[in-house]
């Protein structure tokens, strides 16, 4: 039998889905928690923080206020982008797919970056492999198209 995960490294993982889910910078949260970056890292590690903290917290993630308290109690945030019953929505509704899509990959990828504690250079290796990767299993719809189109065939 698997043993139910510490609540307060529960709430850590919520915390960071939330965080990925608005596309947040961990700088953007303790401006809107008026909290410093510390006791949001001690958080995010699973320490315990003061209930004003949780509270400050719950409004930086647009939470209603009780979720961190359901959340340590085994249940689930309450988002307040999102009308009762219903999941909240992933993307921001006024920019572009794409746009948001890239916006959101660069956060996450950012975030992992410096949570690592990556060099510039070593971060340039990472792009150059992830780039690689990229090239390799992703072909347009255009490059599709051709592959499928007979050679040598004109109309």
């Known amino acids: 039998m698997t043993a139910a995960p510490d609540?307060?490294?529960r709430l850590a993982q919520y915390i960071e889905r939330r965080i990925s889910a608005l596309a947040l910078e961990y700088a953007e949260v303790c401006r809107r928690?008026?909290?410093?970056?510390?006791?949001?890292?001690?958080?995010?590690?699973g320490m315990r923080a003061r209930?004003?903290?949780?509270?400050?917290?719950?409004?930086?993630?647009n939470?209603?206020?009780?979720?961190?308290?359901?959340?340590?109690?085994?249940?689930?945030?309450?988002?307040?982008d999102a009308p009762?019953?219903?999941?909240?929505?992933?993307?921001?509704?006024?920019?572009?797919?794409?746009e948001r899509e890239l916006a959101l990959a660069q956060r996450l990828l950012a975030a992992t970056i410096r949570e690592m504690q990556l060099s510039p250079e070593e971060a340039d290796e990472v792009w150059r492999r992830v780039r690689l990767?990229?090239?390799?299993?992703?072909?347009?719809?255009?490059e599709?198209?051709?592959?499928?189109?007979?050679?040598?065939?004109?109309?």
């Open 133 to 142: 990767e990229i090239e390799v299993t992703h072909r347009s719809p255009r």
């Open 84 to 98: 009762p019953g219903r999941a909240p929505a992933a993307r921001a509704p006024d920019a572009p797919p794409l």
């Open 7 to 9: 609540p307060r490294i």
């Open 144 to 155: 599709e198209n051709d592959q499928n189109e007979p050679k040598g065939e004109t109309g």
């Open 33 to 45: 928690a008026d909290i410093s970056d510390e006791t949001l890292s001690k958080v995010r590690k």
């Open 51 to 61: 209930s004003s903290t949780y509270t400050k917290l719950e409004r930086a993630l």
């Open 63 to 80: 939470w209603e206020r009780g979720s961190i308290g359901a959340i340590l109690d085994g249940g689930e945030p309450t988002p307040l």
